[in-house]
């Protein structure tokens, strides 16, 4: 064989070596078979003839970090590297603890309550009788203004300003306490209204 098909050979053999070294834990021995090979392959293209070397060259050097490029693409989703690396989380939740304490905070959502103080953006919130821990959703929030809880992120409440007739009517009721909320302290919306069948 001449100097030009060993030195294929060597390239082919090197960027099989390349393609092994994602797929086989050598601990880096496939690595350094790999680039002697491929630096065997250049030496021999060049020893061959000028273009013969050029040709070797301008292929490594496109072709080796592509390959690289593709198998850090692909290799994570590859069994091997399924096994060897951890699986990133699809979802914020999947990192939290599921704690009794964090489900709770879930049962939360869709309730209301009251701001404990302003909230720019977060703050303490009051539901139930109970402070939590709470972030608005984008908007400040006023001290003693209605709130609901829309969801739950990193063990905080997540906020915004309620705006619901029920809110608005209990709102405007005389008496409430500052630290309660307006619908659990407040008794029937209209008390003076006379019955029109009492004699």
Same mark, same amino acid.
């Given at each position: ?7 294929? $050979? ?8 390349? &393609?092994?070294?994602?797929? &086989?834990?050598? /601990? !880096?021995?496939? $690595?350094?078979?790999? @680039?002697?090979s491929l630096l @065997? #392959? ?10 013969? !070397? *050029? ?10 970090? $592509?390959?690289?490029?593709? #198998? ?25 603890? %599921? ?9 939360? &959502?869709?309730?209301? /309550?009251? $701001?404990? !103080?302003?909230?720019?953006?977060? /703050? ?10 709470? &972030? ?7 001290? /003693?203004?209605?709130?609901?809880? *829309?969801?739950?992120?990193? %063990? ?13 009517? #209990? ?18 919306? *209209? #008390?003076?209204?006379p019955d029109p069948?009492?004699?």
């Open positions: 064989m001449d100097l030009t098909t060993w030195a294929i $050979a060597l390239l082919v053999l090197g960027l099989v070596l390349l &393609v092994l070294e994602f797929f &086989v834990p050598s /601990g !880096g021995a496939l $690595a350094v078979a790999c @680039a002697l @065997a #392959a250049i030496i021999l293209g060049f020893m061959a003839g000028r273009w013969q !070397g *050029v040709s070797i060259l301008l292929t490594v050097s496109l072709v080796v970090p $592509a390959a690289c490029a593709a #198998a850090v693409k692909w290799w994570p989703d590859t069994p091997i590297g399924r096994m060897i690396l951890i699986q990133r989380p699809k979802h914020a939740d999947e990192v939290l603890p %599921q704690t009794v304490a964090y489900r709770g905070l879930k049962e939360l &959502v869709g309730r209301r /309550g009251l $701001a404990k !103080g302003l909230m720019l953006p977060s /703050g303490l919130v009051l539901i139930d009788g109970k402070g939590y821990d709470a &972030v608005t959703d984008g908007m400040a929030i006023e001290a /003693g203004q209605p709130i609901i809880v *829309v969801s739950v992120s990193t %063990q905080r409440l997540i906020v915004r300003p309620d705006n619901t007739i029920a809110a608005e009517l #209990a709102d405007s009721l005389p008496g409430t306490p500052d630290d309660t909320p307006p619908a659990a302290s407040a008794g029937p919306l *209209v #008390a003076d209204i069948f009492a004699e």
